[in-house]
């Protein structure tokens, strides 16, 4: 991406929500536009997808289960009109299956629903480091909270810790073998080394 087409402050970003229920949806057209961000809100996939084709979104905020077009199927219809195009699923239940698919569409982060504020600020500011930023995103989030105030219930594996046990778990049966695992996977070796970094970040020990 040239200088001149860098995404430089989140007014400059277009950013889409794709989300059906019309109570969280609101949630984050608000929280977003509390940080400068100027977000496109639609309720379904398809709708998503006619939005992008008049004019392509940067970074795409979806619910992972839409009516009629699920999150990941959004995803690639997007992605078709626009293959830079950066994801946040939000999803209340974690599935080895989809996230599998994720690994393949190379998706910036999972949320859990009801997800924090400080969540999805560290999520935004990935997506946009992806795009080519060089700097951090100026967003000013308030020390707890979450989108919608609702109390954090308990709950099982998020599709993100599925999708890094799922990871780990290829390596390990491959002795190791980035490449064997990649394929395994159906992944690029790219996105399998980006994916082992960052698990090394959180300081997960990898085979």
């Known amino acids: 991406m040239s200088e001149a087409k860098r995404p430089r402050t989140p007014s400059e970003v277009r950013l889409l929500i794709v989300e059906d229920e019309p109570r969280i949806r609101e949630l984050l057209v608000r929280m977003t536009g509390e940080w400068g961000f100027r977000a496109t809100a639609v309720w379904g996939g398809e709708e998503a997808v006619r939005a992008n084709a008049t004019q392509p979104f940067d970074v795409a905020i979806l619910d992972y289960h839409?009516?009629?077009?699920?999150?990941?199927?959004?995803?690639?219809?997007l992605r078709e009109r626009s293959p830079d195009l950066q994801a946040i699923v939000l999803t209340a239940h974690a599935q080895l299956d989809v996230a599998k698919e994720a690994i393949h569409l190379d998706v910036v982060e999972f949320l859990t629903k009801p997800c924090q504020r400080s969540e999805l600020e560290q999520a935004l500011d990935r997506?946009?480091?992806?795009?080519?930023?060089?700097?951090?995103?100026?967003l000013d989030v308030p020390a707890g909270g979450d989108a919608g105030n609702a109390p954090q219930a308990p709950r099982g594996k998020t599709l993100e810790e599925a999708e890094r046990?799922?990871?780990?778990?290829?390596?390990?049966?491959?002795?190791?073998?980035?490449?064997?695992?990649?394929?395994?996977?159906?992944?690029?070796?790219?996105?399998?080394?980006?994916?082992?970094?960052?698990?090394?970040?959180?300081?997960?020990?990898?085979?």
């Open 66 to 77: 839409l009516p009629r077009m699920d999150g990941m199927e959004t995803l690639k219809r």
């Open 127 to 138: 997506a946009l480091r992806r795009k080519g930023r060089t700097q951090p995103v100026p």
């Open 165 to 207: 046990e799922l990871i780990l778990e290829t390596l390990a049966r491959t002795g190791g073998n980035r490449a064997a695992a990649a394929r395994e996977l159906g992944i690029t070796r790219r996105t399998l080394h980006n994916k082992i970094n960052i698990y090394q970040d959180q300081g997960f020990a990898v085979p």
